[in-house]
């Protein structure tokens, strides 16, 4: 089997994982959004945003090493997993002592407790770091279907059952934990290897420099993906917060998950291309193609449906979250074009190249979304959308010579899904006038039906290879296979 059949395959497991448990997260906020306000969804909201940042970086990027690395398998793991431990134990003790001085900064008077007590999550979240590493490693994203699932399934059920006794945020926080646990205690049991006692000195020293440069991307990615959080909850409060950190959950569970599926699949796709001595240029349009044809309609169809979607799922209380989705929707959807550049970078020794330019980026989404606080959260958000298309231009324009590929290449690729989306724009303008008098649900379901068959015709008539290959790669049928 080539490199991209299985490639596709993993990315179909992961897909499946990653896309069910955010639907299965999806349906939890939508009845927690009944029974929690939006400040007790912004009480563990500014917590997860430094445990985000926290926990970008927190391995050292040994996960990331373990993936790379193309020897000495063994002895790799056991390096991954000495220094995950560790990292969860250093973090958990930082996050205790930090606890106050978080919650100050966010405003939020009683979440301290709460930061405290997310802090173990460090600490259960590394314990399955190798395995989760071994399995991207392998490509067998299948182990990871029934983990996230039950980490979605028992986070759920916890927060639902003591929100309705009336646990209010806590609800959330012990929710959070009980889906940590489970998924590290299914990944043990799903990927068979083991620690044992030997430490591998030689390896230390040159997994850790190579995971210094993945560190750096992912440490500034933190920032650069997490600061509009930060800022909204520090400046508006944690009511806005609230409001802000569910919209960004649409967008989470449908465009994002694109994202999150290529980040785990296509960095040990293109490492295992490229130690092949084999060309990124053809993967990388290809990917590049279906990628752009499925998050540019899938973000448009966000930004116009986005009040009946709000209301809808949340309830009429969150009303004031659905122009925040309209502009996080398009800046998830420009953030998924530029997925495959980054990996393609890391996976062929640019990882420098690439940090220096995720810093630019961290800087420009700074400095939008403190200049957007002065006009709210709206305008956070737009900032959002301005900073990321900004540098979504500048990071393909340094992957393009890297391997080879020109602007016109580009431009063809990108043409069915900006093609495809633009022609949904005024059907579903016209669906949502006519449709204003109807149920909630059937404004959405219609507008999504809609979407999707006008996107379908125009890439069908467009890109009729697109829709061929993608056919092959997914639904084999005894053809030849399609070289990648």
């Known amino acids: 089997m080539t490199v991209g059949r299985s490639a596709a395959r993993a990315a179909g497991w992961a897909f499946v994982a990653t896309a069910g448990a955010k639907v299965i997260t999806l349906v939890g906020l939508a009845l927690l959004a009944r029974l929690l306000a939006p400040r007790e969804f912004g009480l563990l909201a500014f917590a997860l945003a430094y445990m985000t940042y926290a926990d970008t970086i927190g391995d050292l990027g040994a996960g990331m090493a373990l993936v790379y690395w193309p020897d000495r398998r063994e002895d790799a793991a056991q390096v991954t997993f000495l220094v995950s431990i560790a990292s969860g134990i250093f973090w958990c003790g930082i996050t205790l002592l930090l606890a106050p001085f978080i919650a100050d900064f966010f405003h939020a008077a009683n979440g301290a407790p709460i930061v405290r007590a997310l802090s173990f999550t460090f600490i259960i979240r590394y314990l399955a770091n190798t395995h989760d590493a071994l399995a991207q490693k392998d490509l067998r994203f299948h182990v990871h279907v029934i983990p996230e699932f039950s ?54 020293r040159p997994m850790l420099a190579y995971g210094r440069s993945i560190l750096m991307i992912n440490g500034v990615a933190a920032i650069t993906n997490n600061t509009d959080l930060v800022v909204v909850g520090h400046v508006l409060g944690t009511t806005v917060l609230g409001l802000y950190q569910m919209a960004s959950k649409i967008p989470e569970t449908t465009v994002m998950t694109l994202l999150w599926v290529l980040a785990r699949v296509l960095f040990p796709a293109f490492a295992k291309l490229h130690a092949a001595g084999e060309s990124m240029r053809r993967p990388f349009l290809m990917t590049t193609r279906y990628i752009s044809a499925i998050t540019i309609p899938a973000a448009i169809g966000l930004a116009v449906l986005s009040r009946p979607i709000v209301v809808a799922f949340f309830g009429p209380q969150w009303i004031a979250s659905a122009p925040i989705l309209s502009m996080l929707a398009i800046a998830a959807a420009l953030r998924c074009l530029t997925a495959q550049a980054g990996d393609v970078l890391k996976a062929t020794g640019h990882a420098r190249l690439l940090a220096n330019f995720t810093m630019l980026k961290a800087v420009l989404v700074v400095i939008a979304c403190i200049a957007g606080a002065r006009w709210g959260a709206v305008a956070i958000a737009a900032g959002m959308v301005v900073a990321t298309a900004l540098t979504t231009i500048v990071n393909l324009a340094i992957t393009a010579p890297v391997i080879g590929v020109s602007t016109r290449d580009m431009a063809y690729a990108f043409m069915p899904g900006i093609a495809g989306g633009t022609a949904m724009i005024a059907p579903l303008i016209f669906w949502m006038r006519a449709s204003d008098s109807l149920a909630l649900t059937v404004q959405v379901a219609g507008g999504v039906m809609i979407g999707a068959l006008v996107h379908a015709i125009v890439v069908a008539l467009l890109d009729p290879e697109l829709v061929r290959a993608a056919r092959h790669h997914f639904f084999p049928r005894g053809s030849a296979e399609v070289a990648t």
């Open 151 to 204: 980490l979605a399934l028992a986070n759920a059920a916890v927060a639902l059952a003591l929100a309705w006794f009336g646990f209010g945020a806590w609800s959330l926080v012990w929710g959070r934990l009980a889906g940590t646990v489970c998924r590290t205690l299914l990944l043990w049991a799903a990927v068979p290897w083991r620690p044992s006692l030997r430490v591998p000195w030689d390896l230390v």
